[in-house]
């Protein structure tokens, strides 16, 4: 059974830093696309980065550019969001998802709740 | 503004059908495949359509998907109280190298 379990969500200051994970099993992590996708309470999805099966290519949303970064280990069958300088923009609620490829998220995660506040 | 453009909401009676509508332009919808998303309240998004027109195994045939141009759709027929949720298209924008979803779209049944 394919299966994503986010952790390391929590309550961090405005500027503070978090480092999400999330682990895989029930597949083979080296042959698939990663995302993380982000819902701010009450509102819709939004798409926050992807990495290739080997980590040579990643991408992101505007927003997160320079601020967060996302990294795999496939041996460890585990995918990260490494977030710094966070604002009250990026509470949400974040979820790993199995790319299928062609842009499309095949499984997801149940996701991990970040809220930044004071 | 969202790069993709949904209605907010869609309603219909029970064992009627709806359509979703998702606009883009040519650097999304009108060069990448555009999926469909279903999202229960308080749930994970459950993938409901991939490159524009398939269904995963489980998916029942009573959702269908369709793209022409820069703009896609969803159709759900037989509309069942199960069905209320809130609906998203998504695709890769090329110009951007992102992924964008659409706003969403809540369906109600009357």
């Known amino acids: 059974e394919v299966q994503l379990v986010e952790s390391g969500g929590g309550l961090v200051q405005p500027g503070g830093s978090l480092r999400l994970s999330c682990a895989v099993s029930?597949?083979?992590?080296?042959?698939?696309?990663i995302s993380w996708v982000r819902q701010a309470p009450g509102k819709g999805l939004e798409w926050v980065a992807n990495i290739k099966q080997d980590g040579s290519e990643k991408y992101y949303v505007d927003s997160v550019k320079g601020r967060f970064t996302i990294s795999r280990d496939n041996a460890k069958n585990s995918l990260y969001l490494e977030m710094n300088s966070l604002r009250a923009e990026d509470t949400a609620v974040y979820f790993c998802a199995r790319d299928r490829g062609a842009g499309s998220h095949e499984y997801w995660g149940q996701g991990t709740l970040v809220t930044v506040s004071s | 503004q969202s790069v993709l453009t949904q209605p907010p909401s869609v309603s219909a009676a029970p064992g009627q059908k709806v359509t979703i509508s998702c606009s883009g332009s040519s650097s999304n919808i009108g060069n990448n495949y555009v999926s469909w998303y279903q999202q229960l309240p308080g749930t994970a998004p459950k993938l409901l359509i991939y490159?524009?027109?398939k269904r995963p195994s489980e998916i029942p045939d009573r959702f269908s998907g369709s793209k022409s141009g820069t703009s896609a759709t969803l159709g759900i027929t037989g509309l069942q109280t199960g069905d209320e949720a809130d609906y998203y298209c998504g695709t890769w924008d090329t110009s951007l190298s992102a992924y964008f979803f659409g706003a969403g779209t809540k369906v109600t049944v009357l």
């Open positions: 490159e524009s027109n």
């Open positions: 029930g597949f083979s992590l080296s042959m698939y696309w």
